[in-house]
Structure formats: structure tokens, C-alpha cells
């Protein structure tokens, strides 16, 4: 990498407030809410994960006509495939019911590789400033490519092991993702059971690591900020607390839900609805299904997608996959820069 280029790739220190908002993929991310958070002094993501390549790349164009300031774009590293044919089956029957109440078939469970290649080349041609991975780091020639176009590559890990796997392979910050957060789980491991230790703990054992740590994972008020940045973090990354934004694409009964008093009243960590670990708020889907959902991504996901799109469209959240990190009550609705501004440590 030349001397030019590498002076001129984003730091985390470059950011007025040192806060993140953090891809969420299915909808809830978009152009504008990560255009508004880095507009407003924070660092603004788009969520690549289940868009084509296509769609990648024109949301990346959307978001760099809305603003000059650094935007980051989050990918989903492929994987083999865990879940054997007859499991698949299995599972079909189970939810069968579900989909004639609304009148729809399940999905074709296939695996696929979520346009990887395809988005990788848009991603070395239009060089956003920062790229983070989840679900696994790619191989080094990945991220010495992005590296040497002025990208700043970003992990996310669960644990110790995955953050030297992730070093080792040339990442240059490392987004440290504990069991409070809503959404997936970022484990290398597909079908790896969810590690109890709090973001906190995490954060002390990754501290003699000599990279920048990004703590995910429950942040929703400025106390959390504080108490991350506390402990070591260089930044914090928040996501359920941008899901209320003006900007933010969250669906309307999702939206509903995370103000419930009485409907939904916690949240708990399911595989149901994709085949991977992830939290959300617990529901009537996760109620019934939590017990015979076997491991399986993207499979699942797949199967279930016409599912919870039906049940989007009749405003039905009881069949919807809410995902909410465990202190969603916090939450704001409003400009996703008076959001921001509510992070400030």
C-alpha cells in the first residue's frame, strides 16, 4: 500500500462522536439514516446482507449523493451448509400451519453465497471508507484488496478466538459484539451456541490487544456509551436504538412493538426465524418454534421469508422476527440525529 493511500483511510478518531450506528439488515438500515448519523458527527452503515449486488451498489451511490462524510458497508461472509435435507424437512412441516393462516407458501430453502463475489467487486470499485464483516472474516487477499483502495476493515467477533483469527487476517479494528445485542450473533461458527459473557467481560479480555475495539451490543443511552468507552472501547456501536429513527426503513408493527408495554416484554435469542442465533423480542413465532429450530443459515431464512412478509403486510408482529438488543425499552423515536446526540458520552 502506498504512503498517499494509507494516510488518507478513515480512523476511528477522525469521528466527532464516537458512535456507530450499526448495520441491520432486512430493511431497518438505509441510505439515509447512515447518510443523517455521519452527516451529525457519527459514522453512518449500510447493510448489505440479503441485497443483491445490484441493489449493494446503488444504495452506496444513494448514500454518497446525501453526504461527504464517511459511510460503512457491512457484508455477510458465506459459509458451508449445516443443516442436512431431512432437518430442512422437518422443520417445512412444523411451519406449515403458520403459512396457510396467511395464505402463502414457504420459502425455496436454499443456500447461497448472498451475491458475494458480485459485491465484493462493487465494493473495490466504489471503495467506501470503512467495510466490516459478520458471520466470519474473509480471507487476507480479501483485505489487502480493500485495504489498498483506502478501505478500513472491520471484524465482528464474539470472542478471543475470533478476534486473533480476525487480526491475524488483517483486520484493522475489531467490532466486539456481546450477548446483549438484538439481531444476529456475529459467530464464525454457524451453528455455535451463544456465549453468556457480557460485552463488558469481552471487551477486559480483548484489552491487551494492540487494535481499536468497538463495543456492541445494549448501547442505547449515553451512561452506556460512557460505561463501554470505560472499559476500553474506542467506540460503541448502536443499532435497536436507531430502529425508532425517522430514517431508519423498520417495519410499522416492528416499530410498535419495541413500545409495548404489555405485549412484548422481554426479549430472548432464536434461531427460528433464520437457522442462526439472533435476539429479538420474544414472541408467539419464537414461543411455538424455538424448540424444534434447528441450526441452518441462510436455509431457514429463506423458508421463512414469504412467511414474515405476509405477516409484515397484516401488521401481524407475532409472527414477525423483532429484533431488539435487551435494553430496547430506551429507545427514542425522532431524527436519527437527535438519536445520535443522545449517545454522546
Same mark, same amino acid.
Given at each position: 500500500m502506498d504512503t498517499q493511500r494509507k494516510a488518507s483511510r478513515f480512523s476511528l478518531k477522525s469521528l466527532a462522536l464516537p458512535v456507530i450506528q450499526a448495520p441491520m439488515a432486512g430493511g431497518p438500515s438505509t441510505p439515509h439514516l447512515a447518510a443523517a448519523v455521519s452527516a451529525a458527527?457519527?459514522?453512518?452503515?449500510? &447493510?448489505?446482507?440479503? %441485497?443483491? &449486488?445490484?441493489?449493494?451498489?446503488?444504495?452506496?451511490?444513494?448514500?454518497?449523493?446525501?453526504?461527504?462524510?464517511?459511510?460503512?458497508?457491512?457484508?455477510?461472509?458465506?459459509?458451508?451448509?449445516?443443516?442436512?435435507?431431512?432437518?430442512?424437512? %422437518?422443520?417445512?412441516?412444523?411451519?406449515?400451519? =403458520?403459512?396457510?393462516?396467511f395464505g402463502v407458501s414457504l420459502g425455496q430453502p436454499r443456500h447461497d453465497d448472498d451475491d458475494w463475489d458480485k459485491k465484493l467487486d462493487a465494493l473495490l470499485e466504489l471503495a467506501p471508507a470503512v467495510v466490516s464483516f459478520t458471520f466470519d472474516f474473509p480471507e487476507s487477499s480479501v483485505v489487502e484488496a480493500l485495504?489498498?483502495?483506502?478501505?478500513?476493515?472491520?471484524?465482528?467477533?464474539?470472542?478471543? =478466538?475470533? &478476534?486473533?483469527?480476525?487480526?491475524?487476517?488483517g483486520a484493522d479494528a475489531l467490532c466486539v459484539q456481546g450477548p446483549e445485542a438484538g439481531g444476529h450473533r456475529g459467530t464464525f461458527k454457524?451453528?455455535?451456541p451463544p456465549t453468556e459473557v457480557p460485552l463488558h467481560g469481552?471487551?477486559?479480555?480483548?484489552? =491487551?490487544?494492540?487494535?481499536?475495539?468497538?463495543?456492541?451490543?445494549?448501547? &442505547?443511552?449515553a451512561e452506556h456509551t460512557r460505561a463501554a468507552l470505560a472499559v476500553g472501547a474506542a467506540a460503541v456501536q448502536a443499532g435497536t436504538a436507531f430502529l425508532r429513527a425517522d430514517e431508519a426503513g423498520t417495519k410499522a408493527a416492528h416499530r410498535a412493538a419495541l413500545t409495548s408495554s404489555h405485549r412484548f416484554t422481554t426479549t430472548a435469542v432464536t434461531r427460528a426465524f433464520s437457522g442462526r442465533n439472533a435476539r429479538g423480542?420474544?414472541?408467539?413465532?419464537?414461543?411455538?418454534?424455538?424448540?424444534?429450530?434447528?441450526?441452518?443459515?441462510?436455509?431457514?431464512?429463506? #423458508?421463512?421469508?414469504?412467511?414474515?412478509?405476509?405477516?409484515?403486510?397484516?401488521?401481524?408482529?407475532?409472527? #414477525?422476527?423483532?429484533?431488539?438488543?435487551?435494553?430496547?425499552?430506551?429507545?427514542?423515536?425522532?431524527?436519527?440525529?437527535?438519536? #445520535?446526540a443522545s449517545l454522546r458520552p
Open positions: 458527527g457519527g459514522l453512518g452503515f449500510l &447493510a448489505a446482507g440479503y %441485497k443483491t &449486488a445490484a441493489a449493494t451498489r446503488a444504495e452506496i451511490e444513494a448514500v454518497t449523493s446525501l453526504t461527504d462524510r464517511p459511510v460503512g458497508v457491512n457484508l455477510f461472509v458465506p459459509q458451508a451448509s449445516v443443516i442436512s435435507h431431512e432437518s430442512l424437512q %422437518k422443520y417445512a412441516e412444523s411451519l406449515a400451519p =403458520d403459512a396457510e393462516r485495504q489498498q483502495h483506502g478501505v478500513y476493515v472491520v471484524a465482528t467477533v464474539t470472542d478471543r =478466538d475470533e &478476534a486473533l483469527q480476525a487480526l491475524a487476517g454457524a451453528a455455535a469481552i471487551l477486559e479480555e480483548l484489552a =491487551d490487544l494492540e487494535v481499536p475495539l468497538i463495543a456492541a451490543g445494549g448501547i &442505547a443511552t423480542l420474544q414472541n408467539e413465532f419464537m414461543r411455538r418454534h424455538d424448540g424444534a429450530a434447528p441450526y441452518g443459515y441462510p436455509e431457514i431464512h429463506h #423458508l421463512t421469508t414469504p412467511l414474515r412478509a405476509a405477516a409484515a403486510a397484516a401488521g401481524e408482529p407475532d409472527w #414477525l422476527n423483532l429484533w431488539a438488543g435487551v435494553n430496547y425499552r430506551n429507545t427514542l423515536g425522532g431524527s436519527a440525529e437527535s438519536i #445520535l
